[in-house]
Structures are given as C-alpha cells and as structure tokens.
C-alpha cells in the first residue's frame, strides 16, 4: 500500500508544547513569527556547507528533536552507506542517516525549527506534503534554505551568494544575475516549489564555493550561510567557532594552493577577473570567463560536472 505524507514522519511528545500553542492561535494575524530552516545534506550541497551550518547550530544551540523521519523509506542505504563499528568478530554498532525536524532557541531565545539530516533519495513529493503538513500543524510563518553551489570564484575573496524565493518581495535586496536555465533538481528545491504553490513563504540562499574547493571542507562558506540566515530572518545564531575554522582553513588552503605553480595561476586568473568585475559593477559579485555573469548554462554545466563527480563517488551494485 503506497504510504501517505503523514506515513513518513512521528511527531513525538516533545512536540505537545509547540503544537499546543499554534492551536490556541485564534486568528493568524495572532499568530508569532517560526521560522523552519533546512539544510538537507545530499550532493546539492558543494563542501557541504549547508550540511555544516545545520551542525553547527546544534552544537551551538539549546535544542531537541520534536519529529524524525522514516530513513528506511527515504534514503537510499547504498548511496550514503552508514558507518558500522566491528570490533574482532562481530558489529557493534551502526550510525544510521537520519532526517529530524529540531525545535531550537537562538541566542536571543527566539524559538525555530532546523529540518537537519540526509537528503531523501525517494519519494520527494510525499516528503514535501510532510514538511508541508508539519509547516501547518506547527504555525510555520517562513521557510529558509541553506545549500551551496561550485562557482568560478577565488577563495581569497569573500563568499558571495545566490538567493531564491517563492515570491520576489522576500529577497528584494538580493540580486538576480540570470535568466531561466535548467538545472538537475533536489529535494530542497521540490520542497521549496510545493511551498510556494502551497502559499507558504519559502526561500533560501546558496553560498558560491570555489570550483576548486567544491569536494572539501569549507567553513568559509558555511559561515556566509549563517550571516544570511541573521539578514533574512534576525535570528541570532553564533558564528565564532566558524569563523576561527574558516580562518584556520583558509591557511590551510593558501599553503595547499602555494605548492603548485600552476594551481597558484588558476587562483590569479580567478581573482583577476572577480576583481574586474566587481570594479564594474559593485553591486554583483559573480563571474564569467570573461569577467561577466556566466549564463544559464554555463552555471548548469558546472552544477551538472559537480554532481557527475558525486555520482562518480557512490557504491555500485
């Protein structure tokens, strides 16, 4: 019997509370601000730094988990084969992928919700009526989008981002720097779609990893994500220890980049035509080969070899 929404996700007791208090909400216009981030980890996510923002905020944050998803419905076990521990002659144990919705308090005790966890392999629109029906249930006001793209930039430069949303007066200080293009689909962005259709306002910004950097670990970016999250939405989230870790990466980076002539050139060039560009037109950040914005299919080309680099990756049968 195919599975309903509902079917996919256990709302538990610690719940009670929030669900209580958007139940005694007579009108909306009574009803408070709750804000619902995502940082669906998957390979939509280049130097997984929206998956690192989410992690940060629970390792910074009072929280605790109000709904899990069902992983054995969602996830694809091959494709993000979980950890075992073996130990002589026998397994002891399994860290298994998990999909949890978080209620969380910013350092300003403004309560929100952080959707955290492995991105669904199955099943997108079931998932997205879910969050959908959670999105209702807990008087959800805004939905916000964390995630990252490779792009032609120098990481020696500051971190520059995409921002997207369901209607245009949520990002109106954002941007646009193209067209209509196609690029491969995610959860997220399904999410974000059914949202919007749904009558739900739902955004998010994407930060610009250097092409480069886009299979490593980059905090740099991770901490843009974070700074986005405060201009959206005045939550106050702590960014410190992120931000000594992309100092400390950026070291790292600069020592890596140095042993090689070559890779050394490649970052020139990179700053060169960012440098350019910006002198131009300092209200936009992004660049082509030839100092403009790269089209359409230019960014939906290194998306795609991105993603061809992920799936090269995965455990075949």
Do not use: C
Not at 182 to 193: H, K, N, V
Not at 220 to 239: I, K, W
Not at 241 to 261: C, K, M, P, Y
Not at 287 to 295: H, R, W
């Amino acid at each position: 019997m195919r599975q309903r929404p509902e079917d996919l996700v256990e709302v538990l007791p610690e719940a009670e509370q929030l669900l209580a208090r958007e139940a005694a909400v007579g009108e909306p216009a009574d009803r408070g601000v709750l804000v619902l981030v995502h940082d669906l980890a998957g390979d939509f996510d280049a130097a997984h730094a929206g998956a690192l923002a989410g992690s940060h905020l629970l390792a910074s944050l009072p929280h605790q988990v109000i709904a899990r998803f069902d992983v054995d419905a969602l996830v694809d076990y091959r494709g993000h084969r979980p950890r075992m521990v073996f130990s002589g002659d026998r397994y002891e144990s399994i860290t298994s992928p998990a999909i949890d919705l978080y209620a969380v308090e910013d350092d300003a005790g403004t309560p929100f919700l952080l959707l955290h966890g492995t991105e669904p392999d199955y099943a997108w629109e079931r998932f997205s009526a879910a969050v959908l029906q959670l999105v209702e249930a807990f008087g959800v006001t805004s939905v916000v989008a964390l995630h990252a793209i490779p792009m032609p930039v120098p990481h020696t430069r500051p971190v520059t981002v995409t921002a997207h949303a369901t209607r245009r007066q949520l990002i109106e200080a954002y941007p646009v720097y193209w067209g209509e293009m196609r690029i491969p689909g995610s959860a997220g962005a399904l999410l974000e779609l059914r949202l919007g259709e749904g009558g739900v306002d739902a955004l998010g910004v994407a930060a610009h990893v250097p092409h480069y950097l886009a299979q490593a670990t980059y905090p740099a970016a991770s901490l843009t994500l974070l700074e986005q999250l405060h201009r959206l939405t005045g939550l106050h989230v702590p960014t410190e220890t992120l931000r000594e870790a992309a100092e400390a990466n950026r070291t790292e980076i600069d020592e890596q980049i140095g042993r090689s002539v070559e890779n050394t050139a490649v970052v020139a060039a990179l700053e060169e035509q960012y440098d350019s560009f910006t002198s131009a037109r300092e209200s936009t950040d992004l660049l082509g080969s030839a100092g403009e914005v790269p089209s359409g299919e230019e960014i939906g080309a290194q998306i795609e070899q991105f993603l061809a680099e992920q799936d090269r990756k995965r455990p075949r049968d």
